[in-house]
């Protein structure tokens, strides 16, 4: 019975600590919501002045960023090209995104397309500031190498592109290289040039001084870049410096081979035409921090065609955290755009330019522009702001609304639950009478113990008493060793008398032998054949002996009777003419014959004993 009412407890407490962690979880979701309503409340009391600061903050980043540009490219124009036209930037929106349009201002404030309504030389150098601005703004590597970028620039203004090529990079820390059918050595000592010696046909190669003495181990860049039976090159090296180098030569000479080399280990952009003529693969090996090596091979008709490689200053290998650096395949593996950051943006070729489209950027769309140069960016995010904001107020009026539908709800629902804590004050009341009643049985089970050790002991209290009983009618001690006594002689009778039986059945068969020796003849017969009769003799001599051994035992025996009788004689004075087995009176002579007295009746006091 306790079991089952300790169970019905437990259970009921169960259920009641359920309610009562709903009614403090509803509580807790009660003020969180009242908080969110107060909240969304607050913030939909000043939903116009945020979205009116914002409005202001956009107009005033747009305004900044372009006027920075602006001030930028129009000064390298400037340097450039000499009384040309101040460059105009023009931020606006298309479908959502941030748009940029690139153009040149007019004296009467009119505006002009770069790209479609000037000549090449202003594209020229505005597509090179605007590779300078997007190596930096991107967050990739910081390495610009042009290809013929001077081609549409007037020879006495090719000096000035390099200038402003060379104070850019320098301020911006890019590393720049460039190539050029001009003879830039003319125009600064500040540049590493290389040049182009030997003809295609019968192979040609760099001339380049070593730069390694101007490079820290750990500072990045491009140290040099051999091509091992590329194209023309059956093993060039073409050295380079941190600041800005020039790969100079006339035209049609293998200079944009070093441009293709690039693009196909950073871009995947590769041929077999890139291998030389003869020769089973094409080898590229550029020099990077830490005296590594990354080298690209391209081995056509076999698998993997490409392969990417990094090595160690011995050749071997690069492995680090369990990875190999060596990946086979068309693709640029990940972990060559991880390490270098020579990568496309926005699926433009930002570091490496390519001869034949040397216009960058100026013939994308206006929100690519702006994406790639992150131009607009900041407008970009206060206008993501004002659609978070937005978003936030109709979240907010949605609170407000299904809040307090909920919040009515959560209250009811509370109201009900207020009667948990007189239950649990009920409970408790249950839980103490269920104690008493538990600690009552306990009482009652050791009652019930007791009595069961009262009626065990009565029952051995009885037996004690039937035993003392039994013992009250037992003789006395003396009767009783009186009659041990007689029992332990009744006993040795016994025993005498079975040896007497035996004594008399052992002289009844000598008798009866001792007759058959009396019977023999005192002679022998004669005999013809004395052999049988030797035997008989024999056997005559041995019946003699055994007869003497018979007399003698006789004798014994006779002996031993009269020892038995005179036993016999003691003992019938002893039981006073009384048979120990069947107490009728007997003599010595007639003890043995049972029949003669096993008939008469015991006497009284006999049986009594």
């Known amino acids: 019975m306790d079991r089952s009412i300790d169970h019905d407890l437990a259970r009921a407490e169960s259920l009641l600590a359920r309610l009562e962690g709903r009614r403090d979880a509803i509580a807790l979701r009660l003020a969180e919501l009242t908080r969110e309503i107060e909240l969304a409340k607050g913030r939909l009391a000043v939903k116009d002045e945020v979205e009116a600061f914002i409005e202001a903050v956009h107009g005033s980043a747009n305004r900044r960023n372009l006027a920075a540009f602006e001030t930028l490219l129009t000064a390298l124009v400037q340097e450039v090209l000499p009384g040309e036209k101040p460059v105009a930037l023009e931020l606006s929106t298309e479908r959502g995104l941030a748009s940029l349009d690139i153009c040149v201002r007019r004296p009467d404030e009119t505006l002009e397309d770069v790209l479609e309504d000037n000549g090449g030389a202003l594209t020229n150098v505005i597509g090179m500031a605007l590779r300078l601005i997007a190596v930096v703004k991107a967050d990739v ?27 850019g990079a320098a301020r911006l820390g890019v590393q ?94 590769a041929r077999d035409s890139l291998v030389r003529a003869s020769a089973k693969s094409a080898m590229v090996e550029i020099g990077v921090a830490g005296k590594r090596t990354l080298r690209f091979t391209r081995q056509p008709r076999r698998s993997p065609i490409n392969i990417w490689s990094l ?48 216009v960058f950027l100026l013939g994308e769309t206006a929100s690519r522009r702006s994406a790639v140069l992150s131009i607009g960016q900041e407008a970009s995010y206060i206008r993501d702001m004002l659609v978070i904001h937005r978003e936030r107020c109709t979240r907010d009026n949605a609170i407000v609304r299904n809040g307090e539908r909920e919040l009515a709800s959560l209250q009811e629902t509370l109201a009900s639950l207020e009667e948990i804590t007189v239950l649990k004050g009920r409970m408790s009341a ?138 016999m004689a003691h003992f019938m004075e002893e039981t006073g003419g009384l048979c120990p087995t069947c107490g009728s009176p007997v003599s010595a002579e007639n003890l043995l014959e049972h029949h003669a007295h096993s008939s008469h009746p015991s006497p009284p006091e006999r049986l009594t004993a």
């Open 176 to 269: 720049c290289f460039a190539v050029s059918h001009h003879d830039l050595s003319q125009f600064s000592d500040k540049f590493h040039i290389a040049r182009i010696i030997g003809e295609p046909i019968g192979g040609v190669d760099v001339q380049s001084a070593d730069c390694s003495t101007a490079w820290d181990d750990a500072q990045p860049g491009l140290r040099f870049i051999r091509l091992v039976n590329v194209q023309a090159y059956k093993d060039a090296t073409l050295h380079l410096s941190p600041g800005v180098n020039a790969l100079i030569g006339p035209n049609n000479r293998g200079k944009s081979t070093f441009i293709r080399a690039l693009r196909a280990v950073f871009y995947g952009e």
């Open 141 to 167: 590597a910081r390495f610009l190498a042009l290809d013929e970028a001077d081609c549409w620039i007037a020879p006495d203004r090719v000096s000035s592109f390099y200038r402003v090529l060379e104070d």
């Open 430 to 567: 249950l839980r103490e009478q269920a104690r008493r009643i538990e600690t009552g049985a306990g009482h009652l089970q050791n009652l019930q113990d007791h009595a069961a050790r009262l009626a065990s002991l009565t029952r051995q209290i009885r037996k004690t008493e039937a035993r003392i009983q039994a013992t009250h009618i037992l003789p006395q001690p003396e009767r009783i060793a009186d009659l041990a006594r007689r029992v332990e002689h009744a006993r040795e009778r016994e025993r005498i008398g079975r040896q007497v039986l035996q004594l008399s059945q052992d002289l009844a068969s000598s008798r009866t032998r001792l007759a058959a020796l009396q019977a023999l003849p005192d002679e022998a017969p004669s005999l013809e054949n004395t052999d049988s009769a030797q035997n008989m003799l024999k056997r005559l001599t041995d019946l003699r002996s055994a007869a003497l051994i018979a007399k003698s035992r006789m004798a014994q025996i006779e002996e031993g009777i009269t020892s038995v009788q005179a036993e």
């Open 311 to 358: 090595h160690e200053a011995d050749g071997s290998v690069v492995e680090e955290k369990g990875m190999r650096y060596e990946t086979g395949g068309r693709n640029v593996p990940d972990w060559v755009s991880d390490l270098f950051r020579i990568t496309k943006v926005e699926d433009l070729d930002v570091h490496i330019a390519h001869q034949k489209f040397p």
